[in-house]
């Protein structure tokens, strides 16, 4: 099956900055739009940011606009997430996530995609 794995998660500071990958098992996934979630213990998940296909436009929460970057990378079928300035709120585990297919447009709803990785656990320390 399709399978996508998350890493680059770990402890730091406050302040620090960590980049998370997303591997994709296949070439298809070029072709999609795709998302950052993540969620704290006790919480529903969150979304975090989305980009479309061919990488011209993103989507970001407000609470992580202007620390967070999502790229891709098509040749090697990796998305990432720069994160910066980190606070001790972005503690969780984040997964990323794909439609099945191409819906035209960037969804920060969980019911909107179909496919997810396993999880990467990110700790902020203060």
């Known amino acids: 099956q399709v399978q996508l794995v998350e890493s680059g998660g770990g402890l730091v500071q406050a302040g620090d900055s960590l980049r998370l990958s997303c591997a994709a098992s296949e070439g298809t996934f070029s072709r999609l739009n795709m998302g950052w979630f993540r969620q704290a213990p006790g919480k529903d998940r969150e979304f975090v940011a989305a980009i479309n296909w061919s990488a011209t436009s993103t989507y970001y929460a407000d609470s992580v606009k202007g620390r967070f970057t999502i790229s891709r990378d098509h040749v090697k079928n990796m998305m990432y997430l720069q994160m910066n300035s980190l606070k001790p709120g972005d503690t969780g585990s984040y997964y990323c996530?794909?439609?099945?297919?191409?819906?035209?447009?960037?969804?920060?709803?969980?019911?909107?995609?179909?496919?997810w990785g396993q999880g990467t656990q990110v700790t902020i320390s203060s």
């Open positions: 996530a794909a439609p099945s297919r191409d819906r035209g447009y960037l969804s920060a709803k969980q019911s909107e995609y179909d496919y």
